[in-house]
T-cell receptor, first 112, second 114 residues
Framework: DTAVSQTPKYLVTQMGNDKSIKCEQN?????MYWYKQDSKKFLKIMFS???????INETVPNRFSPKSPDKAHLNLHINSLELGDSAVYFC???????????FGEGSWLTVV | AQSVTQLDSQVPVFEEAPVELRCNYS??????LFWYVQYPNQGLQLLLK??????LVKGINGFEAEFNKSQTSFHLRKPSVHISDTAEYFC????????????FGQGTTLQVKP
């Protein structure tokens, strides 16, 4: 069983489109995250939710909107996609905000 | 502000040779330290972590790391590497008491040659 699963794994879309990436964790964790890995492989946190409450909101354009319907899910919706949004987006989870963070397999987003 | 520096962007090494991947961090408070591995086109997998206790921590796949508080380092080592260890390795830190915000280093590409 995959602990943190995200879909789709690969996504190619045109500029201006709106897309969503879904994430689910079956670890029973109360905290979930979205991280972005750019073309130089640099990883940076975007958002974090604890018990469905937004805890961390880094400097991310308003076009990015996370949604957490319950503790086990954290989806990422992106409006009006731009070329610069091309990256790998990682979902992750942990039990509380001070414990080990476990990552999903990543979603490779390419905007053309 | 905390930061993580991985001193080598690429480390080429021959199979069965030992390897050390270096990581230094800066923080004004105590930290938790992690090493993650990313195989080509795959996600991030936790190799090992230091939360407290013994400064020498052992992880999966024969890797180990040593926390050195005075030198603010957390270098990753393996006595004998395999071709399958070829991957990107990331050092990361969370400040104790922080809200789960992992700060990553730039990554080190380990290239194991036959």
């Amino acid at each position: 069983d995959t602990a943190v699963s995200q879909t789709p794994k690969y996504l190619v879309t045109q500029m201006g489109n709106d897309k969503s990436i879904k994430c689910e964790q079956n670890l029973g964790h109360d905290t979930m995250y979205w991280y972005k890995q750019d073309s130089k492989k640099f990883l940076k946190i975007m958002f974090s939710y604890n018990n469905k409450e937004l805890i961390i909101n880094e400097t991310v354009p308003n076009r990015f909107s996370p949604k957490s319907p319950d503790k086990a899910h954290l989806n990422l919706h992106i409006n009006s996609l731009e070329l610069g949004d091309s990256a790998v987006y990682f979902c992750a989870s942990s039990q509380s905000q001070r414990n080990t963070i476990y990552f999903g397999e990543g979603s490779w987003l390419t905007v053309v | 502000a905390q930061s993580v520096t991985q001193l080598d962007s690429q480390v080429p090494v021959f199979e069965e040779a030992p390897v050390e991947l270096r990581c230094n961090y800066s923080s004004s408070v105590s930290v938790y330290l992690f090493w993650y591995v990313q195989y080509p086109n795959q996600g991030l997998q936790l190799l090992l972590k230091y939360l407290s206790g013994s400064t020498l921590v052992k992880g999966i796949n024969g890797f180990e790391a040593e926390f050195n508080k005075s030198q603010t380092s957390f270098h990753l080592r393996k006595p004998s590497v395999h071709i399958s260890d070829t991957a990107e390795y990331f050092c990361a830190v969370i400040e104790n008491g922080n809200t789960g915000k992992l700060i990553f280093g730039q990554g080190t590409t380990l290239q194991v040659k036959p």
